[in-house]
């Protein structure tokens, strides 16, 4: 009954985490937080090395003339790039990265044509923008900037293996900044290069901005569309190298921080957008909200002299595309973690690379499932043996603990302490199967993990009706299979006696069920293959205590009464042995003996058990009747 409780308050602890981690994600995109009422108001930004933002949207003195820095960001004419992997568009108002689509990776399995859209720019917001501050009211340009195109349209030709794509700001100081974006086949990482041309007569002062904004997800979905992570800023640096800032934290409070290399980044689920400097470099990371239900994340590089007659560079690094963390890992250090696993990274990570190593093997994700949940639970065979049998043994006890219940009603002591005899009695501990249970659940949650933030899945196939392990099964044949082997489990694990706990206990089969109806295909496969193992280890174990049960019982009803009858028959031998020589007729056997039968009811009497074994000390006191002395 213990292990039965145990078992209850894990599997509702486990759901009730995943439901509120999703709601809290779900309640956050429906209701975003509200606009600050004012910008903050910066230092002087000449008294510092790095020019401190003063607005929340440009990190310069000002915007261009005639914008509001709380506008939504301008549109130019737009330059459409085509790579194998991209196709993107950058506007000429700033420079701006404005839309990606990801070729590789399609909207949905039935829009196979269609790319996903990353960065776009209405009616969600998320784009990446760029741009030059220079102190003293130096010519410099910001997002808000009209840059010329060389040409409107970029495309990757065969056996092309980089693609440019320049853009020109021209101020009549005699400052000149050409913008260039860096494409690579098969590479979803961008390199970002502005050259300051310093065609004037003084020299120019200045720094670059790389920054995200962005706006929360538009309200829609939830927990009943499957598992919802985090979607929101990331920053890393030397001290911390992964933390959040959502978009309710930018609003509470605004970052403003120098950090030697480290990177920025947008996330959600799947995919990323990360700005990442020179590991040498200091930039000043910052989050600002900018009003309009908008949000940026970004840094500010130091300062840089470029003398009249010369030219210098701004270089970083943007990567726009799928959390695939071997590839992350080798652009910049802690990248990868934005392959969010959460607290148990540390098992989830080698958890994954089993995956995805049985995977080259087998070449289906859902079969790698199978195979890695096999193997999980090979692993812990030992520790669930244990449960096991230890909840077998309580299903054994199951009729005795009724039998106690019955015998004393509501007293809960003398009932706890009625148990706790027979428990020792029988040399049975409850809360033995503990341990293996508290021991696996951190590897499931780290599996569950790794199954919904693994991008790999996302639109793979399996097998028959299952084209996506990423959503919901479509005909939640595989949700009500796992329920199905939940009531199997229920039928072969002790129930407890109190009957609001069985009842409880006969629901949960119901309740999961219906929950994982909304739940990743892949996840629920896992459960199923994981349920079904658990099945067979538990059927075979609890068949083999039962049957050593069954003999030790038989043993112990039937060993006391052998003892007995060969006690009798020698007793009966001891009695004909008598020093007057008469034999005592044997007595009667009792009715389970294999004795030969009693004699009938009209034979004559033995006599009674209690006549002296001895003649009489004195005889001359006592004669016997009918006899004289001589």
Known sequence: MENQRLLLVAALVFVLFLLWMNWMEFQATKYPPPEPLAATVPADPAAATVPAPPTPDVPTAAPAPGVSPLSTPGVGQRVRVVTDVFEAEIDTTGGDLRRVGLLTYPESVRQPDRPFQLLKDGPEIFIAQSGLVALQDGPAPNHYAQFTAEQSEYQLADGQDVLEVRLNWDDPSGVRVVKTYTFRRGSFLVELNQRVENHSDRDWQGSQYRQFQRSPQLAGGGFFDGAITYTGAVISTPEQRYEKFSFSDINKRELNQSVQGGWVAMIQHYFLGAWVPAQEEINQFYTRAVGGNRYVV????????????????????????????DVLGEIAPNLHLTVDYGMLTIIAEPLFWMLKTIHGFVGNWGWSIIILTLMIKLVFYKLSETSYRSMANMRRLAPELTRLKDLYGDDKQKMNQAMMDLYKKEKINPLGGCLPILVQIPVFIALYWVLVESVQLRQAPFILWIEDLAIRDPFFVLPLIMGATMFIQQKLSPMPPDPIQAKVMMALPVVFTFLFLWFPAGLVLYWVVN??????????????????????????????????????????????????GKKTPPSPPSPSSDAPKSPPSDAPKSPPSHAPKSPPKNPSRNPPSGRRRK
């Open 531 to 580: 349920n079904t193992l658990s099945i067979a280890q538990q059927w075979f174990i609890t068949k083999r205590v039962e049957a050593a049960g069954g003999v030790a019982t038989k043993e112990k009803d039937e060993g006391p009464s052998k003892v007995g009858e060969q006690a009798k028959k020698l007793l009966t031998l001891a009695k004909q042995a008598l020093p007057n």
């Open 298 to 325: 970004g840094m500010t590089s130091a300062l840089q002299t470029v003398p009249a007659g010369e030219a210098g560079e701004f270089q970083t690094l943007l990567y726009v595309g799928p959390k695939l963390a």
